[in-house]
């Protein structure tokens, strides 16, 4: 706050001997816009917004720093900020109703982008940043901390803040500092964990932008922490099958009981990695046995359902085999490749997808299906195998008429060059 | 003297050689011929049409539902409106190559893996599918419908 | 055949008696009777020629036999093939059987020509005879190089856009011999319709117009003696049966071997080309062009500010001129005198070459 008084002290000396001494080239262009002209004269942090704006959304659509600002903008002098002109700097608290002057006017927004949504602020006011911001919480996010100031740009382009790929680091800018975040008592390891995450490595390496970031699951002006019941909701957003069938498990109950955030409990929230088929069982490490004792009933379903899975695999990595041996063999083997591929590997994603309504029963059906087909496939599989096996065996037969032939034809050479 | 005898037995083994010599020779010649004549005999599986496949019979379908086939070595889908029209697509998700099914509640393809969508004209509507589904022509020849590749 | 010497009447030889009539055979045999082959220390390297000959008929045979079911077509061929080696009984030996036996006589067509060469049977009055068998060598690789596009996988696909670009390098005619190649600036169906035209119906017909006269020249002019055979009696070998029956007993070896490969090594299917993905790692063309590829990527881009390619092509060309109007160039040979220098320029365009083509397949890069 001090550094900040000392640099309007400083600006306001330097604005006034700059325009007293060069008035002569600023009176040379009087209906210049002389923010734009005293400002990129001054020094940091006073021309950075000149810079920022060559770059900006607002500046594209033809709209001025008076626009938002108010002043003068063809005074030469410190009237050109006088607030009888309307300048308005606005303070923190007030940055909100500033912006949401234009954007949660709907008549007015029709004018540069009817699909724009205008709820912005009315959302705001319903999150966390928002509410705290009421409570006199300075330190919360505004608009500006988000999309920035000057520069803002539309989250399609890659270089704006809040496109998808960069949400995790704005966020980050507060969430990831221990030192900024040390009085709200949550975690600030967020950002760290999600990039290591199924969700980051699918934004960051493969530029899958329908990963979700940050906004897709805690909201983006409405950004507030899904409760705990509304969990499976959120991710149920994509994975919707999970979801349904773990509503209809007993876990939904349960996990309500006793506060346990559903998804989350097993899966966790931003650390989240690929699942895989260690996480169910009756084992140790399994996120079963953190809460299922040894021969409870949840126990022996997970080892039910664990057993049936493996069985599933373990037809799989078979037939697998037997195909990969008659491939080697020179074999052909795409149709029976396009029937494990078509008919067994869903039946596996189908058996985990399955687990999630925690019934025993359903999972060995699915399974059951999918061992049926992989059946099919191996004795398909082994049939060619049987085939290659063949191939090599009845190649004796010409081989042999070969070697039979040359035989006789050296007999009979050496009768014929006996007899001259 | 044996020299009579032995030209007979010479003369014998003459014979015998030329007649196991002509027999090997008969031998070999239908080595060769057998697989070439079983190879020219039509085969019993179909030829490959490659670029068309007949996905359905007629009647197999109603109207508002669908069927995933073989197209190639990869699944297409095949769809009858509600109107009765026929509408034929890979069935390949272009999220991450999950198979599609159709939701004959919602009137859309869909993609179990992820909650994506997919219109009836194969544009990608909701979810994460950055592009919409390859779609085919469907041609109805006599009790059969046929799907083609386009281009 | 008169195999029984003993002068019986029996149906056979009536048979036998009644072609002779109208054909004029006997004659023949008595030809092929008096005919030899000179024996001695070099005497192996006389039969690559019929088994060049040998592995020609085997292409036509099973050549013949692939054109009843393959479709040529961007969006059928590979699907023919496939069908051919998965759904058509014996169809799996047919293919192999085609593809192995062309690369065998590719060797045995590169054997032969060698052999003939460090043996100076190039001398006159065989110059016609070398020059038919150097466009026989041509004939054959382009048999090779337009056959294996034919399945249209990914391999052939990159394989004849790497060879065709090569093509265009060469000064002057070479863009427009690689556009009449590919019909058209890239590889596409056109350029399948071309090297299908060209390997089933236009090299066929040239080869055996060549063939017929490469033969016929041969049996003229009688096999070649090696120089330095002069004062000693070459111990000859007829060529009726001698000679003959030994072609015979190695044309079934070599039978047995691309049964052997067929059966153990089939020829891969690969995967369906697209022109629009990108190419896979480790392109390169097949073993017998291999050598000049890879004498490519080690020249730099340019040398005497030509571009380094244009100078390894024309290197190429030069070197195959020299190949083809060596009985023009070996005076030493023509007087019948031995010719080390020319010996050792050949010693040496075959070491290169195996140096190369190992280079291609151990560390291409």
Known sequence: MVRQRQTTAIAYTALFLACAYARPACAAAPTDNTCVLCHSALPEPLNVPVEAMKHDIHAEKGLTCVDCHGGDATAMDETAMS????????????????????????????HFNPRLPTDQLAQYWTSIHGQRLQQGDQKVATCVNCHGAHGILPPDRA?????????????????????????????????????????????????????????????????????????????????????????????????RERGLPECATCHSNHDIHRTSDEMLGGADGTVCRRCHESGSVGYNAAVTMRAAIDQLKAGLERTDATLARARRMGMEVTEEEYAVREQVRPQLIKARTQTHLSDPGQVVEVVTAGVNAAAASEASAQATLAEAQARRRNLLIPLALIALLIILLRLKLRQLERNG | ????????????????????????????????????????????????AASSVTAAGVGELKPNSGKVFRFGSKPGILVRLPSGEWRAFSAVCTHLQCTVQYRADLERIWCPCHNGHFDLTGKNVSGPPPKPLEAFDVVVKGDEVVVVRRG | MRLSSSGEANARTGLVAWFDERLGLSGAIDFLRHKAVPGGAHAVWYYFGGVSLFLFGVQVATGLLLLFYYKPGTETAYKSVQFIVTGVPFGWLIRSLHAWSANLMVFAVFVHMFSVYFLKAYRPPRELTWLTGMALLALTLTFGFSGYLLPWNELAFFATKVGTDITAVVPVIGTGVARLLRGGDDVSEATLTRFFGFHVAILPAAFTAMLLVHLFLVQRHGMSESIGQKGE???AMPFYPGFIIRDAILWLGVLGVLLVLCTFLPWELGIQADPFASAPAGIRPE????????????????????????????????GAGFLVLVPFLDRRAARGERSPLFTVIGAAIVVYAVVMVTLAYVKPY
């Open chain 1, 83 to 110: 607030p009888e002109k309307g300048f308005r700097r606005p303070a923190r608290a007030e940055i909100p109703a500033f912006c949401g002057r234009c954007h949660a006017d709907g008549a007015y927004m029709r």
């Open chain 1, 159 to 255: 270089e704006s803040r809040v496109f998808p790929a960069n949400v995790p680091a704005t966020c980050g800018g507060c969430h990831s500092r221990a030192d900024y975040m040390a009085a709200y008592g949550i975690p600030t390891d967020q950002e760290e964990r999600y990039k290591h995450s199924v969700h980051g490595e699918l934004l960051f390496v493969q530029r899958d932008f329908s990963a979700p970031a940050c906004n897709d699951c805690h909201g983006n002006h409405g950004a507030f922490p899904p409760g705990v019941t509304s969990i499976a909701e959120v991710c149920g957003m994509c994975h919707v099958n999970n979801a349904a069938l773990f509503v209809k498990s007993p876990h939904h109950q349960a996990f």
């Open chain 2, 1 to 48: 003297m044996g020299s009579r005898g032995e030209e007979v037995k010479s003369i014998g083994r003459r014979r015998l050689l030329d007649v196991l010599l002509s027999g090997g020779v008969i031998a070999f010649l239908g080595a060769v011929f057998y697989p070439v004549t079983r190879y020219l005999t039509p085969p019993p599986g179909r030829e490959p």
């Open chain 3, 233 to 235: 009696e070459p111990k």
């Open chain 3, 287 to 318: 073993w017998y062009f291999a050598f000049v590829s890879q004498s490519l990527k080690y020249l730099p881009a340019k040398i005497l500010g030509i571009d380094g390619e244009v100078v390894g092509i024309c290197a190429f060309l030069a």
